[in-house]
């Protein structure tokens, strides 16, 4: 992708818990974005992620916004819509990445927004960016591996990143942080339009019968870390909601 000319690249940083597998990787988290410097509309976004596919749903959430005045609006987006360890250091890194821009650039932190997106509707031309539908969100479910197990020599932690409509609570895309590529493919399409809310036992059932690898257990595991954040996300939702 070739950026254009009056676009500013600016970066925000956060500490990530000790139990996040990205501090066994990076230490810190990392947002990078790439916005217009008149507008402050993000053109392009990345995230020092594990996982491909939790990278590419945040990225959702911010692309398209402003940088210059819907922060809220990005934090609230990440609050609501990623349910993941990573979920306060993605707000602190995007709160960082403005504070640079205002001592940068502190002309700039004062210009209107020209252009806002809905959340999850931005298609950039010529992009790989996934799109995800309106009333989806990202759950990451961990369990810690059997230290025999060749994902520990990198993660320590093996964790599932699911994408999850809401109301139906159907897997819509996953991706697992296996060493092996062609492992989390097997696992995706024994997953994927099955839903948290009625098929939870029928997973583990076909992970226990097809996927014959000494961390079998440990996606259990993930499976049911992952349903249980989002009945609490589901419980916190409609609690907001109100009668």
Known sequence: ??????????AGIAKASAQNPIA???EQLLTALVFDRENGRIIDADVNMVCGLTTDFVKSLLIGYSIFTDLPKM????????CGLSRKALVVCIKNAFANISELVPEAANRPASVQKPRLSFQ?????LHTFPQSTICVVG??????KNPITMHHEILFGSFVVETE???IVDVQFNTICRITSLFLSQMLVGLSF???????SRR???RYLDGSCRAVQVILKDAGNKLENWRAGAAKEKGP
């Open 24 to 26: 066994v990787r990076y």
């Open 1 to 10: 992708m070739i950026y254009p000319e009056n676009s500013l690249y600016v």
């Open 124 to 128: 950039q031309e010529g992009s790989s």
């Open 168 to 170: 139906s609570g159907k």
């Open 197 to 203: 809310y009625t098929d939870l036992d029928e997973m």
């Open 142 to 147: 961990l369990s810690k591996t059997n230290s």
């Open 75 to 82: 934090a609230e987006n990440i609050s609501k819509n990623y």
């Open 207 to 209: 992970v226990q019968k």
